[in-house]
């Protein structure tokens, strides 16, 4: 029983030094690169030397990970600051490329040891199994290409912190601007839809050509692995052992016949609810006249103190990883000008408590944002027990479970947010139309990076008609987006994970898969539901994709009938809020 209690407890304590002195900081190649070679070198002559060497390994690479982590929280929490991105740059550009070759001497000295074969257990064999993809993936060659990428790919968030607009005589962020277009002034949010969309056309050659250098540079490090394309390559490097690219087309298919209709019926009701002939990309966040935007709250002090209370209603450790987290100052979460876009979770190896980073600017949608990541916090959380780095190193298919099901769960504690049975129902609401909306955005950004990566050498006019095709697929008939082809042409750019975590997007339709079918099991017993979400996510990345699914009480599918079933149980849901009558 002793041993459940700490796996469920918030008081995180760091990874105890046992190889590496206490006080000891990354300061340059030199200071780091005694320990790799001690571990290279040192002899490993039975179980318990591999044990050993294993932790210090694991020991090491927490260190390491923390190390680049803070360089990249501190650049995107203030890009405007060079000394900051300076400090990225180097560890990018100077120790990450000196580091790559030890890692994979070190990973071909685990394979090669004779007592490997007596580690036991689903932990070692999905690790191992990573470990032979890394060995077969790596080329020396490719080491100075992927520093320039890492580099280049950070420009994405420079070039987009330095984006504002003036409203009302005031310059917001362009993720502050986002606030007005829930505004019920219908004129207000046209200009101001225009003024977002104008401001990223400004930089739209400087994001082509950024785009253009990873693409050109991406396809150089797929071909010299041995890969037909880079698609392929990142699929291998990604491990997506557990689905292949052909899963990915059915998916795109089945939110094209199962997902489809129902955003159609979502944005008609919106426009027969705002009395409009026809609903335009500013009329989706909107509410009727006379009905004031969801706010609900004003500082990123008021959103995490509320978020606290909302998790541990929902259970006192949820609650207390947060309280955690808050005492530590892990957490940044107003927007503000020069601050990159974006949101995220970023798990911290050796401390153990992660980092949470937004741009909150007291919309609903920010609500999400912060619910979603205290989910991969809480994920950060359950895994910090498990004994080697490597462990924790969980399938974003199952961390984002972890997000994407707290944005659900959450919802029966939102009246902490909403004092009026009225605003509550509309958040809801806006969430499960949220759940439905995002899968047609999802299917449009995974099949054009396909497209773009199995024609690396298009050109920008192929570019652009091969996204307006890809992007008119899954568009709803219900929205009406004449005369905004231009603004059309470039929306890919908006999207960060095109330039920084390339094909990592669909693992966010895969995820609300799961989100959906463990909220499902959360309707019928809430107990349970918590416990096998719990258990899945303190197994970290010791079991394989589908493992992991099943310990969630999850289906690992893409079968339309099984998506089609889904999409009814969250339609049925919405009618229940929009019409209590019928619960």
């Known amino acids: 029983m002793q041993e459940q209690e700490l796996e469920y407890t918030a008081q995180i304590t760091s990874i105890p030094r046992n190889y590496l002195p206490k006080d000891f900081k990354i300061t340059d190649w030199n200071s780091l690169e005694p320990y790799l070679k001690e571990l290279l070198d040192r002899p490993v002559n ?21 190390d680049a982590a803070w360089r990249q929280i501190r650049m995107t929490c203030d890009t405007e600051n060079k000394t900051l991105e300076e400090a990225f740059t180097y560890f990018v550009m100077e120790i990450q490329p000196k580091i790559q070759p030890y890692a994979d001497k070190l990973n071909r000295k685990l394979v090669d040891n004779p007592y490997t074969s007596q580690l036991t257990g689903d932990a070692y064999k999905v690790y191992l199994r990573n470990v032979k993809k890394n060995i077969e993936l790596f080329r020396e060659e490719n080491i100075p290409l992927q520093a320039e990428i890492a580099v280049l790919a950070q420009q994405f968030g420079v070039i987009s912190g330095k984006m504002t607009v003036e409203v009302q005589g005031r310059e917001y962020t362009l993720q502050q601007a986002a606030k007005f277009l829930e505004n019920p002034d219908r004129n207000l949010r046209e200009e101001v839809y225009h003024k977002v969309n104008q401001r990223r056309l400004q930089d739209k050659d400087q994001l082509n050509d950024l785009f253009n250098k990873l693409l050109e540079k991406r396809n150089q490090v797929a071909k010299n692995a041995g890969f037909e394309n880079y698609r392929d390559y990142k699929f291998a490097d990604l491990g997506r052992f557990d689905y292949k690219k052909e899963d990915c087309f059915q998916f795109h298919e089945a939110v ?38 969801l706010h609900p709250f004003q500082t990123g002090e008021e959103l995490v103190n509320k ?45 153990g408590a992660p980092f949470i980073f937004m741009n ?18 809480i994920h950060s959380f359950l895994a910090h027990h498990l004994p080697l780095t490597a462990f924790k190193e969980y399938p974003m298919e199952i961390a984002e479970v972890a997000s994407m099901t707290m944005e659900l769960f959450s919802m029966d504690y939102w009246d902490v947010f909403f004092d009026n049975e009225e605003d509550l129902k509309r958040a809801k609401e806006h969430q499960l139309e949220r759940v439905l909306t995002i899968f047609p955005w999802i299917a449009t ?6 497209w773009v990566y199995e024609n690396p050498t298009h050109t920008l006019e192929e570019r652009e008609e091969n996204w307006r095709r890809i992007l008119n697929e899954y568009t709803s008939v219900a929205l009406d987006v004449s005369g905004l082809e231009e603004y059309r042409k470039y929306s ?39 416990n096998n979400y719990i258990n899945a996510l303190k197994l970290g990345g010791t079991k394989t994709l589908p493992e992991l699914y099943a310990a969630a009480g999850l289906k690992f599918s893409f079968a339309p009938d099984y998506i089609s079933e889904l999409m009814l149980f969250v339609q049925q849901e919405m009618e229940k809020i929009t019409r209590p009558d019928h619960s």
């Open 256 to 293: 094209k016949s199962g997902v489809l209709p129902l955003v159609d019926f979502i944005y008609d009701r919106k426009r027969q609810k705002l009395g409009l002939n026809s609903l335009r990309p500013w009329d989706t966040e909107a509410e009727p006249a006379g009905i004031e935007p």
């Open 445 to 450: 950004i995974d099949k054009f990076q396909h």
């Open 360 to 377: 909150a600017a007291g919309q609903m949608g920010d609500v999400t944002t912060m619910v979603h990541e205290g989910g991969h916090a």
């Open 492 to 530: 890919w750019q908006r999207q960060l994970h095109l330039y920084e975590v390339p094909f990592y997007y669909i693992e966010y339709g895969i995820a609300q898969l799961g989100a959906i079918g463990l909220w499902k099991q959360f309707k019928e017993n809430k107990d349970k539901a918590i």
């Open 46 to 66: 039975s179980k318990e030397d591999l044990e050993k060497w294993l932790f210090d390994s694991s020991e090491l690479e927490a260190v390491i990970g923390e």
């Open 307 to 351: 978020t606290i209370e909302c998790f541990t209603r929902m259970n006192p450790f949820f609650g207390e990883c947060l309280i955690k987290m808050k005492e530590m100052g892990r957490l940044d979460l107003d927007s503000r000008k020069g601050k990159a876009p974006g949101g995220y979770n970023c798990p911290l190896q050796e401390t």
